[in-house]
């Protein structure tokens, strides 16, 4: 797409309200690089909380696109724990600190994207787990549904 087609689709969904999350190449064949991979965002949430994500990986032709959306330093999740009157926080800065160490060679060096994709998620739960910690609540402070 020229310079002018690609302005001109942009410009659609700008008009539509919607935000051009991934501007940069996501993928690299040679000395060409190129912007196959699109994410548009359209959201009451500030534009400053998104964090578009190009993983560089040769796992395929081209890099995967990822969308962080920073709600809080500590964002709480519900599960079958909230049952007991407990509650996990998941502490993103130590997330994001541990994420920026891990080197993913063993993610790029898998023989499938299969395997790789496993792999991540295997990871990101490992991760994500060293980073949470499980909270009692006091029993005023639980929302019953009925």
Partial sequence: MGDDQGQEYLNIFSERGYMSAINTPTGVQGNHSFCIDHMFVRSKIPEEKFCPIVW??????????????????????????????????????KLKNILAEESWEQIDDCESPELAADKLVENLNH????????????????????
């Fill in 127 to 146: 991760y994500s787990a060293l980073s949470t910690v499980k909270i009692k609540i006091r029993k005023e402070t639980i929302n019953r549904k009925l």
């Fill in 56 to 93: 560089r990986s040769r796992l395929t032709d081209h890099y995967s696109v990822l969308l962080g959306i920073n709600l809080s330093e500590n964002h709480i999740s519900c599960d079958s724990d909230a049952i007991l009157n407990y509650r996990k926080l998941i502490n993103y800065s």
